[in-house]
């Protein structure tokens, strides 16, 4: 036992496991754990260790797991479990895997677990009162649903529930419309290209998400089909996190109290470290609430007989106001802890009975707008606070009479567009605000991610940590080069009193004594892994910034930098020791003339090689004609273009533009071209098709040149090979931008889009053959993206839009095509020389 754990053991501790804190589900669930934890003097450990052994959209998520191997039960007082880490394991093994921390008390979160106590979610009411809403209200008997996991129990709920409600109002549930899902955005949207394209067309009034995700993912993809939501179909989703409520239309759902779950499994495992009592099973209501996706507008609704009728405002009178704003205000704060307080509930009763008084007007809107406002800000539900109005009109009736003074209603009106201001302007201060942060992740990134060695990544991440304020951070990485992982060094700590430690074991987070527990604090555990390679961990001090995204994305650049850190070392000690071995060092200076001499010709080089590359000549093919155009930029790139005919009379069409602007991109490509000419000639004598070339091409690339001296290069590629004889070109477009089928009066039939990675990334890519034939006049309109990302003078890309704008225009030939598109850029730049090469090939079949 570390000295660490002996000086901690009393500490008072309290772990929480989830899959992450990326979403916006386990963030809200993570942030309410970690301000209850606080608020009781606990301080809470967050191990976002990712799903168990598998995950359905993540082939490397099960990289995460190794956090859990930092969970110390001799340092922890207690410890929550998110039931989802065992999404995608049986239960017996999710069973053994903590039955490991029985040792502490223990609380299960979300699905219920078998042997331990669980706070869960009331889905039956919820989902029960959503499924009837579209039954009775909207008269839907045609209703589709994307389910969640197989096996998780929360899925296999709402499943059943939905089929039951169907089955109650005389329905009978369609198999054919109940689709697989995992929870995930892309089963949603899955879901819909499946449904649309077995059916051909909509033949269901509306579409149940077994959680937000699903439902948003589904949403944009009937956007994408042009499929108006709700005018067409409806969509409703399960959880009401954050986005839905900002979603195009906003999303009808049922509203999981996600802070609250948060909260209550803390208040559960304190009662159990404090040996107090607890039930088995802690049910959380969720209740419907009802936006625009399923057609209907947010009405808000009061009970009825709230107050007694009087002629004059009584004390009784502004008390049950009191009750009701405050009661109103507690569902509306939601995780908007310390936005509000229980005064604002009688300002708010005080200021509106002297509206109807008379005595003191002229306070209620301003102490609306500024409780909206706050609200709003805090992430709370600002039109919630439109219940208020209703009460406040029930008691003016009580007391005024239901021919309510138009002074009154005009303060009701305005009071109404107060909330609606409030929740617009916070909206939109969100938005910037995650603009900003946007920014500073994108800069941060990229700031870490030119940093190539140790010492000058620790002040790189420093910096940037600090910019998003994150004050304090300890990194630590592992000394073993594989399993198992047993001992780290730190690397990184924000911590100025604390100096660089030694080497520590799991599972400690740290070296003894550098995280202390003389305060109470929240740390959020985050594993450091690239691919299947496991790197360490990084523990941030949570306070300031509570934004779980930004967590993950500092994860993956931080991972990232150091994978590339350790791989420059590695490089570094073997160049050190050829040259310690190198007997030709004492030419050094001659070989850094040279070295010096050949960096003045690289530039030339590559253009030479990139010229010497293109096709001297076009071949002549009856009834259709092709025209390139090439523009070299300043700097040297990677586009090329080929056109040559095979020996059965078909021509093979490649356009591609290989990553980077070096001498290196150069060579990348002339390898890439030479490859792509060979494989398709070869292949047309042996058993495979031309096409194929693109993917023993892209196998040639990972096997021989993927991550060679420290570069990983690629290359999106189009590939077509034209049968003149029947008018169609078969094609593989491996990542690059989407070529335009022109029409002969102008105007883009069809972008191809890609049917395949780009080339050189992935090991086993997919690269789909489709085709497509041409009518007489038409034309196939390729490009690079110097094409539209050619720069103006103030820094505008010229964009795929005004690119489909001049090909709109009607054209006789090949040529003009191609000029247009010039002169438009031309134009567009002022000027300037492009920055990136601009290359085009246009093919038209003549009348």
Not at 156 to 166: D, P, T
């Amino acid at each position: 036992m570390s000295n660490k754990i002996q000086s901690e053991t009393n500490a008072s501790i309290i772990g929480f496991l989830t899959e992450s804190v990326n979403s916006l589900y386990q963030a809200r669930i993570w942030i309410g754990a970690s301000d209850e934890a606080l608020k009781r003097g606990y301080s809470l450990i967050c191990y976002a260790g990712g799903s168990l052994n598998v995950s359905s959209w993540d082939p490397f998520e099960p990289q995460r797991n190794n956090v859990y191997n930092h969970i110390d039960v001799r340092r922890l007082k207690g410890l929550i479990i998110a039931g989802s880490l065992g999404n995608f394991i049986s239960p017996s093994e999710f069973e053994a895997f903590y039955s490991r921390f029985k040792s502490i008390p223990l609380i299960g979160l979300g699905p219920q677990m078998q042997t331990v106590p669980s706070v869960i979610v009331d889905n039956t009411s919820g989902m029960r009162e959503l499924i009837s809403h579209l039954v009775e209200s909207h008269s839907c008997k045609k209703i589709a649903f994307v389910r969640g996991p197989e096996g998780n129990q929360e899925a296999e709920q709402r499943l059943s529930i939905f089929k039951e409600v169907l089955l109650e109002h005389g329905v009978k549930p369609d198999p054919d419309l109940i689709i697989p899902g995992d929870f995930s955005r892309d089963a949603g949207a899955r879901a819909v290209y499946h449904l649309l394209d077995r059916d051909g067309k909509l033949s269901f009034e509306a579409l149940v998400g077994a959680n937000d995700d699903t439902a948003l993912g589904a949403l944009k993809a009937f956007q994408e089909r042009h499929v108006r939501v709700p005018d067409e179909v409806m969509v409703v989703g399960f959880d009401d996190i954050e986005e839905s409520c900002f979603s195009a239309p906003p999303l009808t759902t049922v509203r999981q109290p996600l802070y609250e779950m948060g909260s209550k499994a803390v208040e559960i495992v304190i009662d159990l470290i404090e040996k107090r009592e607890v039930p088995r099973t802690v049910v959380v209501p969720a209740t419907i609430t009802i936006r625009q996706s399923c057609g209907c507008f947010r009405l808000e609704k009061a009970r009825e007989g709230i107050f007694r009728k009087s002629k004059e405002l009584s004390l009784g009178h502004k008390d049950q106001l009191c009750k009701e704003i405050a009661f109103i205000m507690e569902e509306a704060k939601m995780n908007a802890v310390g936005a509000i307080d229980n005064s604002t509930a009688r300002e708010l009763a005080n200021s509106f009975a002297d509206e109807i008084s008379g005595e003191n007007p002229g306070r209620f809107l301003p102490s609306l707008s500024r409780v909206a406002w706050t609200l709003a800000l805090a992430g709370g539900d600002t039109p919630g606070l439109l219940k208020i109005i209703t009460v406040m009109r029930q008691l003016a009736a009580a007391v005024l009479g239901e021919a309510i003074p138009g002074h009154i209603e005009e303060l009701f009106q305005r009071a109404n567009m107060a909330i609606a201001d409030s929740a617009a302007r916070a909206q939109a201060h969100r938005r910037l605000d995650s603009e900003r942060q946007s920014v500073l992740l994108r800069v941060a990134g990229q700031s870490i991610a030119s940093a190539f060695d140790f010492d000058h990544l620790q002040g790189v991440i420093a910096a940037e940590l600090s910019k998003l304020e994150i004050e304090n951070c300890w990194i630590s990485l592992y000394t073993e080069s594989k399993q198992p992982y047993n001992k780290l060094k730190t690397f990184l700590t924000l911590d100025k009193d604390v100096v660089k430690a030694p080497e520590f074991e799991i599972p400690d987070l740290a070296p003894s004594g550098v995280i202390t527990t003389e305060k109470v604090r929240s740390l959020l555990v985050e594993p450091l892994f690239f691919r299947e390679d496991q790197i360490g961990i990084a523990v941030f001090e949570v306070s300031k910034c509570r934004d779980g995204f930004t967590y993950e994305i500092l994860r993956q650049h931080i991972s990232s930098a150091l994978k590339g850190a350790i791989l420059m070392k590695k490089v570094q000690e073997q160049a050190l020791a050829l040259e310690v071995a190198n007997l030709q060092l004492q030419k050094l200076r001659e070989a850094e003339h040279a070295y010096l001499e050949a960096i003045k010709r690289e530039l030339e080089l590559g253009r030479e090689i990139q010229g010497s590359f293109l096709p001297r000549g076009l071949p002549e093919i009856s009834n259709w004609e092709i025209h390139p155009a090439f523009q070299p930029a300043r700097e040297v790139s990677g586009d090329f273009y080929d056109v040559f005919k095979l020996p059965d009379g078909k021509v093979v069409l490649v356009i591609s533009d290989v990553s980077g602007k070096d001498v290196g991109a150069a060579l990348f490509m002339a390898l890439i071209n030479t490859l792509i000419r060979a494989l398709a000639e070869q292949a047309l004598s042996g058993a495979t098709h031309p096409l194929d070339a693109v993917c023993l091409t892209n196998k040639y690339l990972i096997n021989h040149h993927y991550g060679n001296n420290g570069r990983y290069m690629y290359a999106t590629l189009f590939m077509g090979i034209l049968d003149p004889e029947r008018n169609v070109i078969t094609y593989v477009n491996a990542g690059h931008n989407p070529p335009a089928i022109v029409n002969a009066k102008g105007g883009v039939r069809k972008w191809i889009e890609t049917t395949g990675p780009a080339v050189g990334i992935i090991p086993d890519g997919q690269f789909t053959h489709a085709e497509a034939a041409f009518e007489p006049g038409e034309m196939l309109f390729c490009y690079t993206d110097g094409v539209t990302e050619a720069r103006g003078p103030d820094g505008e890309f010229f964009t795929k839009g005004r690119l489909n704008s001049v090909l709109l225009n009607p054209v006789a030939s090949a040529t003009e095509i191609i000029q247009n598109v010039e002169t438009a850029v031309k134009g567009h730049c002022a000027g300037q020389p492009p920055y990136d090469d601009i290359t085009m090939l246009a093919v038209r079949r003549k009348f």
